[in-house]
């Protein structure tokens, strides 16, 4: 038995071909019963069998192997290794090499972790009840029935389901025989494609729903509770567009007979792409005309977009192992910005896209990072890596090479990738070859340096003697030296987007001739690259006065504002030049650019707190002239006509003048959340504006002033959409008196707070952050007992230790989790003290800054 604990992956004794798999959850007791029937092909003689599960009682006297020849074998001995989840079994005699059947018998419970087979809770007509609900990926398949749980390990399933008559029971395949017997009915599935364990669904419960077919005739529908399929409608609407798009996109069709999508209550990742039985958080699938914001209808369409993409990215090619994660993730992320951008190009996703980038560039400026094809040696470290290098680093290189090669041999090439792989698993190099085959560019060369390393470069870019110098070094934002080297594709406009020039920089340093009486330059264009620049001083003037005469288009705009930011952050210019440039960018009307100001602003505000309290206020002066002529074109109610991203903007630049304290926006906040409380319907308080008053209201509240948390605890309490609920919870943190935070944070502790939601509350103030770390170490038990399994446990640890900003409160850390092991945030947790650090040497180099005050006095009350 020893020779089987502690490995990464299963011997190949014997593999998978077909499941045969009977379930009988009841969800009163919340526990099942399943037998399973799994056709092998055992490759070569073996005494043992060694497949996963976990948490499972297996019957010794179930399990069985009958040979080809019928004859039957029954172990000798069975264990369960717990701490490897796996089952090995050992017969008497070597089994035969050939086609065989193992037949075991099991029970389980099911769980409220939101993994394997667990229950989720819902109200139906005033009465709690419970749904039985899947999921699977990464490695929990293995928690509902003893399994081959590995990617690799692809097979076919049928799957046979006893239920209650009266609920409805989906699973990947449509249903296609049914017995009634009093109050239980059979249901049998048909049998699935080949397919891998994470894959496989079920879900038990009560469901309204509404359908709709492709022209190719793929039934699809949208499940949610009862009383909420008008919600459903757009999400559905989105799916059949986007299954045609991308049936013509890789040139294949869908390969189920149907697409089922279903809304769940209690469910911790954002969605899960099963087979033909897709699984959201309701956040991410229902939209409500009435009462969701615009915000909310981009994220269902986006992530609708993300799932689908699975169906063929990820379902019928699947990655080999967990190390190609980012190949599922990363490719179903940038892909789905362009079905988003097929079906509603007036948002303008693409230049939204550029968030996902940031996020990718900025945990991967830490030294803790991770390279995008990370080694996995356990099924317990794959949740951290479903983290923004997995997605949106990933997303990022995807549209870098696709942009690189060209639109229309990058999808040629993916559609013959796909074809080829079909039914079948794939490694990183098997996309790179199919894209060289196609492109003639030395593809898994280019790539390599992006996949097999962590970090990026960052390009500075100075003029000498007539030529243009470009040297690339490693961007860490501890601003420490790296020693990576990357082949980066430069991009640059000289002057005018009329004149723009290619080329790879495959060395340390490399120059060409500067163009005459150039004016500006713009490297990275667009940003299409994973890389930031670096400006000489006289360089970065004139991008500055380029901003100021509008000529940049949006994305350079954006790309120059967060490489700025970056390297303020990394001590490689001052919070000085930082703050001069936010100002070039007073008439700024974009909604991503605004929103990445926005976002820089808090963060500038926060750390100023930290290094020059006395120049807060004047900081906070500035930011709000900074944001009132947007604020003022915008106004607070909705113009007919006006854009998506109009309606999205408008709620951000008002949530961000309550938090800088702007007096007429607090007031007029607190007018419309009082017509509000009288009036649920009120046209004064739409849902695009909504978090911004909640925000507002939260400003003035104090424990001896409770009357705007109390309201606002109510209006939760009443609300049964899941979209006003985490609105309310993110709104609740960003009160500035610590007695509130910690009220706050002790409610999301409380049942009141379904448990995949209470992280939003972890947004707390900055003057609420050291009650925040008190109540963490308070309540770690509790909290790692109820996340500690799961990826969500991960945002704890960020969310209360990432923004301190001193050596004694990293070295506390350390010293709490010393005693605290937990493998499952052994990563987060290096990247948040690490973080801790970068902020306390940032704090330092702003205190140095010998002018700082007079540019911040000067900024505050500059006259426009």
Known sequence: ????????????????????????????????????????????????????????????????????????????????????????????EKLPVGLGVLAIGFEGTLNDKMKGFYRSKYEHNGEKKNMAVTQFEPADARRCFPCWDEPVCKATFKITLDVPTDLVALSNMPIVDEEVHGDLKTLHYQESPIMSTYLVAVVIGLFDYVEDHTSDGVKVRVYCQVGKRDQGKFALHVAVKTLELYKEYFDTPYALPKLDMIAIPDFAAGAMENYGLVTYRETALLYDEQHSAAVNKQRVATVVAHELAHQWFGNLVTMEWWTHLWLNEGFATWVSYLATDGLFPEWKIWTQFLEESTDGLRLDGLAESHPIE????????????????????????????????????????????????????????????????????????????????????????????????FEQSQFLSSGAHGDGQWIVPITLFCGSYDKNQNFLLETKSASIDAPDNFGWIKVNVNQTGFYRVKYSEDLEAKLRHAIEKKVLSTMDRYGLLDDTYALCMARQQSLTSLLTLMAAYREEVEYTVLSNLISISYKVARIAADAAPDLVSDIKRFFINLFQYSAEKLGWDAKPGESHLEAMLRGEILTALAVF????????????????????????????????????????????????????????????????????????????????????????????????????????????????????????????????????????????????????????????????????????????????????????????????????????????
Not at 42 to 70: K, W
Not at 446 to 451: A, E, F, H, I, K
Request: proline share 4%; net charge negative; charged share 25%.
């Open 1 to 92: 038995m020893d020779q089987f604990v502690g490995k990464p992956r299963l011997p190949k004794f014997a593999v998978p071909k077909r499941y045969d798999i009977r379930l009988k959850p009841d969800l009163v007791a919340c526990t099942f019963a399943g037998t399973l029937s799994v056709s092998l092909d055992v490759i070569e003689p073996t005494c043992f069998l060694v497949l996963n599960a976990a948490d499972l009682s297996v019957h010794d006297s179930s399990v069985s192997f009958t040979s080809s020849s019928s004859k039957e074998f029954q172990p000798c001995k069975l264990e369960l290794v717990e701490q490897d989840e796996i089952l090995v079994l050992e017969f008497p």
């Open 374 to 469: 990370v080694d996995i040696n356990h099924a317990r470290e794959i949740d951290e890596i479903f983290d923004a290098i997995s997605y949106r680093k990933g997303a990022s290189v995807i549209r870098m090479l696709q942009s690189y090669l060209g639109a229309e041999v990058f999808q040629k090439s993916l559609a013959a990738y796909i074809k080829k792989h079909a039914c079948s698993n794939a490694k990183t190099e098997d996309l790179w070859a199919a894209l060289e085959e196609k492109s003639h560019q030395p593809v898994n060369k280019l790539m390599t340096s992006w996949t097999k390393q962590m970090g990026y470069p960052v390009v500075s870019v100075k003029t000498s003697g007539g030529k243009l110098e």
């Open 661 to 864: 304290g702007h007096e007429l926006t607090l007031q007029e906040a607190w007018r419309r959340f009082d017509a509000f409380l009288k009036d649920r319907n009120t046209p004064l308080l739409p849902p695009d504006i909504r978090r911004a008053v909640y925000v507002a209201v939260m400003q003035n509240v104090s424990m001896s002033n409770r009357s705007g948390f109390d309201s606002l605890l109510k209006v939760y309490r009443e609300s049964d959409l899941s979209q006003e609920k985490t609105r309310i919870l993110a709104s609740l943190g960003s009160c500035p008196d610590p007695g509130v935070t910690l009220e706050v944070l002790n409610f999301i502790l409380s049942p009141e707070v379904r448990s995949q939601d209470a992280v939003f509350g972890l947004a707390v103030s900055y003057e609420g952050r050291e009650t925040a770390w008190e109540w963490f170490k308070s309540n770690w038990e509790y909290i790692s007992k109820t996340w500690g399994s799961g990826f969500l446990i991960t945002r704890f640890v960020s969310g209360v230790v990432s923004p301190f900003a001193s050596l004694e409160r990293a070295q506390e850390v350390e010293e709490f989790f010393s005693t605290r092991f937990n493998p499952s945030i052994t990563r987060t947790l290096k990247q948040s003290i690490e973080r801790v650090h970068i902020n306390t040497q940032w704090v330092q180099s702003i205190q140095n800054e010998k002018h700082l005050a007079e540019a911040v006095q000067e900024l505050a009350y500059q006259k426009y």
